[in-house]
């Protein structure tokens, strides 16, 4: 069983570009979870997607930021017109559904995002 | 309060020290606790995890410790190794919805182990 997907694990964008951040959760799982991590920082939740449904979006900016988990094919987080403050690591997290394990969350590798 | 203080920042111990690790929280909503360990350029991986109606788990070399009293938990790590050293962090979640459950993740720690 694969685990949590990411893609790509790099990327640099100039700042005024889009970021699209690709995630496609554990086998199985139907929730997904996004979090930012700055250097040395811990992790900072942003949103929480079942599929076709955001649950949370709490965490995340209020502009230029933006997520979906379609029916089918990966979540997918969205940044316009980046700044160089968006450089950080984004974590994807998985977890499966019912309420015996729901609470696991399982953590993709990363993207690192650059702006310069 | 939605919020885990987790310490210390840091920890230098000698191959085969126990290194512990402590967390603690004010909301008694919480109902799962687990540790992650993350390398360098890596995602954090669960280590292990407790519920508040268990005072200990252990899973090899890792123990967590919880005192439900005083609102804490902690790591212990039983003979660390030179491969242990990572940053470990604590979390605590909570049921927020029907079937939907948030975490709030702890600062950190980074633990280098000498060899």
Sequence with gaps: NAGVMQNPRHLVRRRGQEARLRCSPMKGHSHVYW?????????????????ENIIDESGMPKERFSAEFPKE????????????????????????????RA?????????????? | QQQVKQSPQSLIVQKGGIPIINCAYEN???DYFPWYQQFPGKGPALLIAIRPDVSEKKEGRFTISFNKSAKQFSLHIMDSQPGDS???????????????????FGTG?????LA
């Design chain 2, 28 to 30: 008694t909503a919480f």
């Design chain 1, 73 to 100: 094919g990966p979540s997918i987080l969205r940044i316009q017109q980046v700044v160089r403050g968006d450089s950080a690591a984004y974590f994807c997290a998985s977890s499966p559904p019912g309420r015996t």
């Design chain 2, 109 to 113: 720690t980074r633990l280098k182990v």
């Design chain 1, 103 to 116: 609470y696991e969350q399982y953590f993709g590798p990363g993207t690192r995002l650059t702006v310069t």
């Design chain 2, 86 to 104: 990572a940053t470990y962090f604590c979390a605590a979640s909570w049921g927020w919805r029907e079937g939907t459950y948030k975490y709030i």
């Design chain 1, 35 to 51: 979090y930012r991590q700055l250097p040395e920082e811990g992790l900072k939740f942003m949103v929480y997607l079942q599929k």
